[in-house]
């Protein structure tokens, strides 16, 4: 994660006076209309690689210059979902409560309908057992297994989040789920790295 982070502070200083432009999906989602730029790509992962190393304070920085230039609500829902996380990881939990008021219902998210529903959840408006659906063991949808744990843990419920770790992490290990950040997030919670 450390030389990750600094080949995304790399990307970061030669981006600096360009233009953003779309970047392609490699996975096209199901309207296939990208959702996220070369600027926001690297600020967002240049996030995700700080917050896997622990450093949450840099992990909000990156998150905040990602929603700073997000052009839709799929990167505003990604950047505020991991800036929220990483602001409360820091100990900011006073900063990290107005980030729940640039979340709402009827937002236009095409692909972060997820990280839409984990904030709803934050935000009080929904329940968790709003956003489980069918699937009640989450080992399917790393993603919203990630972000209920990380809730349940916030809210000192470290016995069911590191549970919903686990069985994010054994079900993984079984499926194409292991490239997923709520995967890695997972992982990297159970080394006792976060």
Not at 6 to 26: C, H, R
Request: overall charge negative.
């Amino acid at each position: 994660f450390n030389e990750a982070a600094l080949d995304f502070i790399k990307a970061s200083t030669l981006i600096e006076g360009t233009d953003d432009v779309i970047e392609q999906d490699g996975q096209p989602n199901p309207l296939d209309i990208p959702v996220s730029t070369l600027h926001t790509n690297i600020y967002y992962h240049l996030g995700l690689a700080l917050y896997f190393s622990n450093d949450f304070e840099g992990a909000a920085s990156a998150f905040k210059d990602c929603l700073d230039i997000s052009p839709n609500d799929d990167m505003i829902v990604a950047s505020v979902y991991w800036f929220y996380m990483s602001l409360r990881r820091a100990g900011k939990d006073q900063e990290a409560g107005p980030l729940l008021d640039l979340i709402a219902e009827d937002m236009n998210v095409i692909e972060n309908q997820t990280y839409h529903n984990l904030l709803l959840v934050f935000k009080g408006v929904f329940m968790e057992e709003d956003v489980l659906g069918e699937d009640e063991s989450l080992l399917e949808n790393s993603t919203l297994g990630y972000g209920l744990a990380k809730w349940n843990y916030i809210n000192g419920r470290t016995d069911k989040a590191n549970e919903l770790w686990q069985g994010i992490y054994d079900a993984g290990l079984e499926s194409a789920s292991w490239a997923s950040f709520g995967f890695i997030a997972s992982e990297v919670e159970l080394a006792g790295k976060l």
